[in-house]
T-cell receptor, first 110, second 113 residues
Framework: EDKVVQSPLSLVVHEGDTVTLNCSYEVTNFRSLLWYKQEKKAPTFLFML????IEKKSGRLSSILDKKELFSILNITATQTGDSAIYLC??????????FGTGTRLQVFP | NAGVMQNPRHLVRRRGQEARLRCSPM?????VYWYRQLPEEGLKFMVY????????ESGMPKERFSAEFPKEGPSILRIQQVVRGDSAAYFC???????????FGSGTRLTVV
C-alpha cells in the first residue's frame, strides 16, 4: 500500500531558529512530491518536486527531493511566528491522486 | 478569480440526516477531487471527477457516500444517514488538467451530533 510518512509529528521552536521537516514515501507510481502549508483553512501550495537533487527555494523556504532514497526535506530558515502551521507532504501518483502524510505541526514562539 | 469555493464552511447534522457539500472549482478547471481529513490524520483521497464523469472513486466508502459533478453547477459530495464517524473536514481541490497542480478550497467542516 502506498504511504507517505512525515517526521517529526510536532515541532516547537523560537523565532529565528532553522527547522528541517522530513518526508519519506513508498509510492508505486511516483509522479511528483508536493509540500503544502495548512493553517486554519485550505492547504496552500509551497513546492512541487519531480527531479532529484534540484533545490527549490522561495524566500526562507527551500526543499529538495531524493528519488533514490525516497525522501524529501523542507527547510525553513530564520523562522517567524507566521510560519506556525501544519506542513503537509503529498506524493502524486500517475492516476492523479495525492497521497498525504499526516503532517508536521510547527509552532514558532517569539 | 475566486479560487475553489466550498460551502458551507461549517455543517452540523444529527445522526441519520443527509449532508450535502458543494464545491465550485476555479474557472477553467475541469478536474475536481474530494479529500477527507479526520482529526489528527492526513488528508485522504476520496474521489476524482470530471464533468459528468466519475474517474476514480477508489477512496469512497462503499455505502452512504456519493459524488457528482454535473455539466452545470458545482460538484456535490453527498453523505446519507450520517454517523458520528463522518465528522471531518472535507476538502475539494481542482486542477485544469492532469499533472498541472491542484488548488484547494477552504474545506467544509462536518460535525455529526
Amino acid at each position: 500500500e502506498d504511504k507517505v510518512v512525515q517526521s517529526p509529528l510536532s515541532l516547537v521552536v523560537h523565532e529565528g531558529d532553522t527547522v528541517t521537516l522530513n518526508c519519506s514515501y513508498e509510492v508505486t507510481n511516483f509522479r511528483s512530491l508536493l509540500w503544502y502549508k495548512q493553517e486554519k483553512k485550505a492547504p496552500t501550495f509551497l513546492f512541487m518536486l519531480t527531479s532529484s537533487g534540484i533545490e527549490k527555494k522561495s524566500g526562507r523556504l527551500s526543499s529538495i527531493l531524493d528519488k533514490k532514497e525516497l525522501f524529501s526535506i523542507l527547510n525553513i530558515t530564520a523562522t517567524q511566528t507566521g510560519d506556525s502551521a501544519i506542513y503537509l507532504c503529498a506524493v502524486e501518483d500517475n492516476t492523479d491522486k495525492l497521497i498525504f502524510g499526516t503532517g508536521t505541526r510547527l509552532q514558532v514562539f517569539p | 478569480n475566486a479560487g475553489v469555493m466550498q460551502n458551507p464552511r461549517h455543517l452540523v447534522r444529527r445522526r441519520g440526516q443527509e449532508a450535502r457539500l458543494r464545491c465550485s472549482p476555479m474557472k477553467g478547471h475541469s478536474h475536481v477531487y474530494w479529500y477527507r481529513q479526520l482529526p489528527e490524520e492526513g488528508l485522504k483521497f476520496m474521489v476524482y471527477l470530471q464533468k459528468e464523469n466519475i474517474i476514480d472513486e477508489s477512496g469512497m466508502p462503499k455505502e452512504r457516500f456519493s459524488a457528482e459533478f454535473p455539466k452545470e453547477g458545482p460538484s456535490i459530495l453527498r453523505i446519507q444517514q450520517v454517523v458520528r464517524g463522518d465528522s471531518a473536514a472535507y476538502f475539494c481541490a481542482s486542477s485544469p488538467s492532469l499533472g498541472n497542480g491542484y488548488t484547494f478550497g477552504s474545506g467544509t467542516r462536518l460535525t455529526v451530533v
